[in-house]
Each structure stands twice: as C-alpha cells, then as structure tokens.
C-alpha cells in the first residue's frame, strides 16, 4: 500500500520532466541513497536519467561537485562547511536528520582504552574536515582539552581502516556504514558518540548551476529521495537487504546501522540553518576555515515545499485515469510515465 502511494505522490512530478530525458549527475557514498530508493521502488518511473556515481566518502565527492563531475550529493555538514569556505560552488538543499549513534570514536575489541579521558596522547584517524574529524574537535572543546592533547592522523576511509587494522593508529573517528562494519565484524568499541556533541546533520547538495538549469530535475529527485526515506523508517529489513546487496556486505552490518539511525530527509529551516551555523563556528574557533560563514547564505529554502509533500506519504492519493490523461494532454508530446508496481 505504501508502495502505491509512493506511486501516486510522484506521479505529478516525473510527468512533468517526461518531455524531455536529461541527466542527472548523483554523487553517493556508500549506496546510501541508491540504495534507499531503489529498495522503497520509488526509480522505477523515472523520466530522467540517473548517473550515479560513488565516493567512499565526502571530501572526494565535494571534489567532484566542485569540477562538475556531478550536480549533486549527499555530504556531512563539517565537510560542507570545508568546501563552502574554500569556495566551492555548493549549496545545501536538503538536510539529513539522525540519531547520533553512527558517528563514533573506535577503539578495537582489546583495547585498553575505555572513554575518551584515555585518548590523550593517542593517536586517533579520521579525515580532515570531515564528520568524524569535527566530533574529535567538539569532544576536545566539551574537555577543555588543546588540540596538542591528542594526535590526530588524517587519512582517508580505507588507508584509516588499514591503519586501525594494524594498530598505527589507537582509535578511529568515523560514520556510518563503517562504525557498524567494525563493531558487527570485528567487535570494535564506541568509546564516545556525537550525542550532545554535534547537530548529527547531513546535506543533499547540489552546484548553484544545477539548481539553475535542473531544478525540475533535482526537486523531482528530492521528492523520490524523501518518500523513500519515509518508507525506510518502517521497513529497515528491506533497505537493509537491498544496501547489503549492493555493496556486498553482510545484512547484519546495514541492519545494526539502520535500526538506530532513523535516517529522514528535513527542509531547510531555521533550526537546520542555526545548527549549521553551530558547525561553522566550531570550525572558525579551531582555525579550520578563515572566514566565519554566514550559514544562510550557503543554504537554498526552495525544495522545501517539495520535501514536505514528499514527506506526508499517508496523505497521497493514486491519481485516477482520468487525471493521468489530463496530465498526458498537458504535457503533449511528453513520454508515458510508468508506474512503480506494487512489491
């Protein structure tokens, strides 16, 4: 049944691209996204096409987005906040709410360390400007510590895991899938979490360009993005399957991260644009970035229509035939949309 309203809710908005098929460039990390789509069935009437394409984290696809190699993406806030300093041509569109319970400090299952107090003078990976660094930073300010109280060791995802593997590296500092890929596989500890320490928030962003000259194509994919995050919250064994599937990895690991995660897609409004700004500052104080930001002016309010019709699911009805074909003479010469089926 949900499945149909799915169906029903984007109906409207893929008839209105059907006139033409354009691409839309996606930056994902991790099968986050495809992952979550493909498993709520909401790909399946597209009328653009869709490039994905996938980075093992933020930094590389906000590298991509700034050379045009993708039009948008999902990335955390710090790595946001990184790239918006440095210049690069993104705005936030969407925002990602969570628990916090996926971003992490690990230890491995032996370790004798058992909270942070233990980490000083340890040395601990995680990827400059990233989630994971910016929880390193706010755990050191709530101590009171300095920032030559611990040694941080910046690599990226897989050289961070081989380091941690081998024991160069004391503790890792990471996000989800990872986190639940060490403790289900491995036995890792979560020595500290961002709970009272970071907003938890991600971003959907996307080029100012694309927001331009895509912005039928882009608020149609928020839309899809935002019904299927709705559906997941009531059927994590199937995005769990579907995402274990595509990345090869076992169900166990993308269920213990889903369960807890309650992953949904918000509009920008003021309190997303305040812990933003919170983000910004933190990083300000810590002389990651030059400038302090102004997080209004980094963020787009407009898909946030679209994201709360996308979100009252429930409220959807199937449009009749009759509708439809007034939809298909209004749109003359667009393609026949096809309907999502019922799973």
């Keep these: 049944m949900i499945r149909l309203m799915l169906a029903g809710a984007l109906l409207f908005g893929s008839l209105e691209l059907a006139a033409a098929q354009t691409t839309l460039r996606v930056g994902d990390q991790k099968g986050n996204a495809q992952a979550v789509m493909e498993a709520a069935g909401v790909l399946k009437d597209v009328s653009y096409k869709i490039e994905w394409k996938e980075f093992p984290a933020a930094a590389p696809l906000l590298e991509a987005l700034s050379a045009g190699a993708i039009e948008t993406g999902l990335v955390g806030d710090a790595p946001f906040t ?36 233990d980490l000083r003078g340890k040395k601990i990976a995680t990827g400059r400007g990233s989630i994971g660094h910016q929880l390193i930073l ?18 990226a995802p897989s050289d961070a895991k081989i380091a941690y593997t081998q024991g160069s590296v004391d503790a890792w500092s990471t996000w989800e899938p990872y986190v639940s890929q060490e403790e ?15 907003p938890g928030l991600s ?130 010469g667009a393609r026949r949309s096809r309907e999502p089926g019922i799973h």
């Design 82 to 117: 990184f790239a918006a300093a440095s210049g690069a041509p993104v705005k936030a569109i969407a925002a990602i709410r969570q628990t916090r319970e996926g971003l992490a400090i690990l230890v491995p299952e032996t370790s004798p360390i058992k909270s942070f107090a």
């Design 138 to 155: 706010a755990a050191l300010e709530k101590n009171g510590w300095a920032a030559s109280d611990v040694q941080i060791a910046f690599l």
């Design 184 to 198: 289900v596989l491995f036995k890792s500890r979560r020595i500290i979490t961002s709970e009272g320490l970071t």
């Design 203 to 332: 971003f959907q962003v996307a080029r100012p360009d694309a927001i331009r000259d895509k912005r039928a194509e882009l608020t149609d994919f928020i839309r899809r993005l935002t019904a299927a995050r709705a559906w997941s919250l009531n059927n994590v064994d199937s995005y769990a399957a579907t995402w274990g599937r595509l990345m090869n990895i076992p169900t166990a690991v993308p269920l213990n991260w889903l369960s807890r995660a309650k992953i949904r897609i918000a509009p920008i409004d003021d309190g997303v644009v305040v812990d933003e700004q919170g983000t910004i500052d933190l990083y300000f104080r810590w002389g990651l970035i030059k400038q302090r930001l102004d997080a209004a002016e980094i963020v787009d309010r407009s898909f946030a229509d679209a994201i709360a019709k996308a979100g009252a699911v429930g409220s959807v009805r199937v449009p009749d035939a009759l509708q439809r074909e007034t939809l298909h003479r209004r749109h003359s």
